[in-house]
Nanobody, 130 residues
Framework: QVQLVESGGGLVQAGGSLRLSCAAS????????MGWFRQAPGKEREFVAA????????YYADSVKGRFTISRDNAKNTVYLQMGSLKPEDTAVYTC???????????????????????WGQGTQVNVSS
């Protein structure tokens, strides 16, 4: 089992920045990738960004590319999502997720679907005011 706890959400004005954190605990040694997803009211959950623990390879949704940065601290088992130039449409519950099953080579081919992750956090609310 892997436990994930997000923090860092809040209210920010458009154009502002926030940094989200996702701390992993438990059987983290078996994890090879982490991702961030978000879900706005009335909308489907969507992929935001992902990173591999070993090589630090990063992947982004087009909607956040150039504005968000995902990073990791292996020593702390923590993944961060630095969000900049925030827009009201970024308002959502942001959730981190963890991949332990399968092979990384297969995960890389997809990586943006909910089925590509095995454990999920509870989420943290981000509100961007106009």
């Amino acid at each position: 089992q892997v436990q994930l706890v997000e923090s860092g959400g809040g209210l920010v004005q458009a154009g502002g920045s926030l940094r989200l954190s996702c701390a992993a605990s438990g059987r983290t040694f078996s994890s090879y990738a982490m991702g961030w997803f978000r879900q706005a009211p009335g909308k489907e959950r969507e992929f935001v960004a992902a990173i591999t623990w070993s090589g630090g390879n990063t992947y982004y949704a087009d909607s956040v590319k150039g504005r968000f940065t995902i990073s990791r601290d292996n020593a702390k088992n923590t993944v961060y999502l630095q969000m900049g130039s925030l827009k009201p449409e970024d308002t959502a519950v942001y959730t981190c997720a963890n991949r332990v099953q399968g092979r990384i080579i297969d995960w890389v081919r997809t990586r943006s679907g909910s089925a590509d992750y095995d454990y999920w956090g509870q989420g943290t609310q981000v509100n961007v005011s106009s």
